[in-house]
Structure formats: structure tokens, C-alpha cells
């Protein structure tokens, strides 16, 4: 039985470092039994370091760090040869994973075809690794389920969380708000359910989620074909002291200013009780520090850009002072 569920999102166009939220969090083997992928496939990329050694992981949740049971949910595909890869790159890191890592039954699965479909893209800028064929098919239900293809490792997400054991759950979220195949940018959106409700599709009652961590950046950045970063030359300084890289792709990612209303925005609808913003020192060390909040635009110093967006967001949602957490790069929240 799940005695509560908490939730990280990220509240951008991914990127944001919720890797390392994840990793910080589960850290805490104590408060969760469960990390749970819960949308997404190997277009995201989470980055984090663990002992000082770097980590990139695309389908695994990261509870399998620390020995906790990891589970890939049914709002996730996964294209089976690039699992095993990353399975046998952890394993070459020491870790485990075979161990704690679970897949639930209802994963679809990447096929060839919709890799070469998905290779031919060039409107939307995706990652090629043939997500939005995978999920089309899914939705017009002729796609192949894990349980078709898969014996190891498999499961039944509900068996699972609603049995005789207490369990105490973790969501970890790929992608962004703005990235939402609802809320996004249409078209210019990824293929799966970014918010909270993406946690709750993978069999989590919603009065038992108790905390959603929502994690921005103190810059906005996105990766894909839109027209997005400007022609502010400080861009390209924080493109390269944010190393601001796709972890799947390798592409740059555009740059832009934060703004306030969109992560408001993002905030409310996903209900965030803690807010982490993480690389405001690589604004620091930029020397250039702009946010925008409707046609405002606030220049400053790094102090008065966390009294400005906390008296902000404590305004127009929610959050308190204290709920509001600046963090940097790469390390630990």
C-alpha cells in the first residue's frame, strides 16, 4: 500500500538538473522504497555525480544509486537495445542495477521503424530516438507492450504499489512544463505528460502525493527547431559555463532570460510545494543577471535576483519564503 508519493518536475524545457534533485532525494533511503520513471524514454537525459564520479542516465531512475527498488512506469517507451546499453554502462560503473530495477508491464516498446520515422524529423527538432512514433502507435493501440517481449525484470506497477508492503514513492520526471504535450509550445512538445498528472497516470491516487519538487534553472534554455535564444552575446557565456549540452544529443542548447510568469505558471497548474532553482552562479559568473516578468525586466546582482523571485512567487502562488531553494552547479541541493 503507498503511504505517500512525492513528485520532481521539471517546470522548463527540460535540462533544468533534476537529475541531481533525484539523486539528492534519494539519497534519503530512509523516506522512499520506490524511485519511479514516470514519463518519457531516451530523449531525456539526467546528470548527476555520485562519490565524484559523473553519471548520465536516460530510462533508469536513479534509486538504483542507492539499492532503492527502481521502477520504469507505463508512461514511459523504451527501446530495448539502448536499456541494455545504459544497464551494462552502470554496471561498469559499480552500480547494481539489475538488482532493483523493474519494468512495468505496460511499457511500450521502441521499434525499429519508429527510429527510422522518427530520424527523418526535421520540423520539430526531436532527439531521433523514435519516442513520438512509439507513442502514437501506443495511443492508436497497436503498439507492443513490455510484457510481450520482456521476462526479466518485469512487473505489475499496481501489484507492486497497492500490496501488504508499506511503500513510500519517489517520482522522477523527464522533460519540462514547456515541453508538455498539453501545456508546451504546440507542436514544438514532446510526446508524453510532463506535470504531475504524468505521475498520477502511472497508478498513484492523487490525495496520496504529499510534496512536488518543481526545479527550474535561473536561465532558460531549450533544445529543437523553434527560433528561441536571442542575440544577447552573454548567451554564448552561459551556454558554455552552464555546459549547456544536450545529455542525449550532444546538440547546444538556445539560451534565453528567465520568465517569471511562465514558471508561475508552471508552479500553480503543478501544484510545486518546494521549488528548487538551480546555476544562478553561473549568472554570477556571467555578471549579467535579467529576468522578465510581464513587459518588466529586472536587472541585478544574484541577492536581489532571490528577493525578487521570492516576493514574486510567494505573491502569485502558493510557496512560501522557505520553500524557495537556490542551488548551483553540479552539486547537491
Known sequence: ????????????????????????????????????????????????????????????????????????????????????????????????????????????????????????????????????????????????????????????????LHGPEVCRVLFEGAQGFELDIDWGDYPYVTSSHCTV?????????????????????????????KDFEGSDPAFEQIRELGNEYGATTGRKRQVGWLNLDDIIKAVNINGVTDLIINKLDVLEKVKRVLIYQGIECFFGNSEDFKSFVKVALTSDTELLMEDIVFSTTPYGI
Open 1 to 160: 500500500m503507498i503511504d505517500y508519493a512525492h513528485v520532481i518536475v521539471d517546470l522548463q524545457a527540460g535540462d533544468t538538473g533534476k537529475g541531481k534533485v533525484a539523486h539528492a532525494l534519494s539519497k534519503k533511503t530512509d523516506e522512499y522504497t520506490h524511485v519511479i520513471r514516470y514519463n518519457g524514454g531516451g530523449n531525456a537525459g539526467h546528470t548527476f555525480y555520485h562519490n565524484g564520479e559523473k553519471f548520465v542516465t536516460h530510462y533508469i531512475p536513479v534509486g538504483v544509486i542507492y539499492g532503492i527498488k527502481s521502477i520504469i512506469g507505463p508512461g514511459c517507451v523504451v527501446n530495448l537495445m539502448k536499456l541494455l546499453e545504459e544497464i551494462k554502462t552502470l554496471e561498469g560503473q559499480g552500480i547494481d542495477v539489475r538488482s532493483h530495477l523493474r519494468i512495468d508491464k505496460r511499457v511500450h516498446i521502441v521499434q525499429p521503424d519508429h527510429l527510422d520515422e522518427d530520424g527523418l524529423d526535421t520540423e520539430i527538432g526531436t532527439t531521433k530516438t523514435g519516442n513520438g512514433p512509439a507513442y502514437r502507435d501506443k495511443y492508436a493501440r497497436k503498439g507492443i507492450r513490455a510484457e510481450s517481449v520482456i521476462t526479466e525484470l518485469l512487473i505489475d506497477i499496481y501489484e507492486e
Open 197 to 225: 498528472g504524468g505521475a498520477i497516470l502511472n497508478g498513484v491516487p492523487p490525495q496520496k502525493i504529499t510534496k512536488v519538487y518543481g526545479v527550474a534553472k535561473a536561465y532558460r534554455t531549450y533544445v529543437g527547431a
